[in-house]
């Protein structure tokens, strides 16, 4: 008989893993703590949600959100663009390819690294606080949202970029910004731009519910009615979204592929 | 020297993108009254505001209060993800168009680009007078939304594999269950599992957010520490949130890349 060599025993990472996956993941169940009874109780009232969710007033939507959706759209295109143009430097210091100092390396590294575990809503809250309700304060959040996702994208770009043609250029006599500048930027503009079309699309999806906390949009609207529960002026509302989002997603998705 | 002139339709994009954002940004700043010096006094005006933060509250009281709903948090967001992964697996498998017949996998991507494109808060007000206040909103709405976002990535993923293994099952008389079981799934499951701890990371940032429909988690308590101009307690909760954050991130990046890389076996 052939010989077959032998199985190798499990890892260290699913012995430990398997089990407190299922652990956890039982154990987080609970503590959500899901009964019954009271979901039986609830559950009558989905007519509550249903017959007015699926009973949508067109008119009353486009009289009184348009205005609305046009600032959400609005805020995701400022934010957008400001949050991935500061981040464009950024992640130059931020990738060990084009920065060679460690401690400045580390330093704009762990900072896109904060500012990325902040919840947009929690920046946009915070931003309300500071500046003022409305949609300033939205723009804000999301610069910051856009900026740690761009920052983190770009920089993992970066590092892995083609490091000949930097060192071609100050083989010829350019200053290190000379050479990022000329033979790294090229590089990873065509990256960039095919992250600043799906940051985009992340702004436009989280700018809808920015008015939940008083940062503009079309999510003030929705916060109103959602509390009187009326879902029939909330639906054509939603529906609008999905067909921003969905037709936003379609163009970009289009573009990527011209470009890339 | 002659340089071959770049393709012209390279050039008209580039000045379509260029024209796009001059126009799109004038457009909105207009549209929304923002002038720069808006923008040069911001940084100030935070400044006040994280200043205001410090020290931190960091009685006993407030702790008691804000780690259990850290970690609230922390529950929604795994038991969102096991949903989300559940119900996501066989379903990437009818969308992705190899696994598929070419009508229910266009359906099935439908649906999912449907699902993905309602936000989690807008889930889960609609379903708050259904399940009530409480953490299992939270779950549902983070579940639902991850199933839309995981369906799709892992769709990709099955689409993206090596044809290889899959004919030589074939060849040698598997059936398509087979080829599914022993093929397509051992392929794509270390992607699939990373995905799985990736869409985590994402879903932890949006349970803690939750909270401000009321649907579990430490949204609420934030956004009520702000309105009542409770500064430090209000600093200790973003804290509280960011450790928790950062230590999951390092925890499930460092898994990730163990999954993905694989583990050196001595023969």
Known sequence: MNKVPKKPLPSLLAVIGYPFTIAFSIFSFFQIGFNLEDFKRNFANRRLVTDTLFNPKWDWAIENASQALIETIQIAILASILGCFIALPLSFYASRATNQTTTTYFIYKSFLNFIRTIPDL????????????GPFAGVLALVM????????????????????????AKASGAKHNQAVFSSALPQILPNFTAYFLYIFELCIRASVILGLVGAGGVGRIIETQRIFLRFDRISPIIIFILVIVIGIEQFSVWLRRKIL | MKIPSQPLNQKILKYLITFLIVVGSIWSASGLEITPDRFLSAPGKIWILISAMFPLDLSQEAIDRIVPKVAESLFIAWAGTVIGAIFSFPVSFLA????????ISRVTKQILNIIRAFPELILAFVLLPITGLGPLTGTLAVGIHSIGTLGKLSSEVIEGIDDGPLESIKSSGGSKLNVLFFGVVPQVMPTITSYWLYRFEINLRASAVLGIVG????????????????FPRAGTVLVVTILMVLIVDTISAAIRRRIIKGREIIV
């Open chain 1, 145 to 168: 949202f856009s900026m740690a996702i761009m920052g983190k994208l770009l920089s993992e770009t970066i590092d892995s970029i083609d490091l000949g043609p930097l060192e071609a």
């Open chain 2, 96 to 103: 992705a168009n190899n696994t598929s017949i070419n009508t």
């Open chain 1, 122 to 133: 929690f920046w946009a809250m915070l931003f309300t606080v500071a500046v003022g309700l």
């Open chain 2, 215 to 230: 649907a579990g988690g430490v949204g609420a308590e934030l956004i009520n520490q702000l309105r009542f101009r409770d």
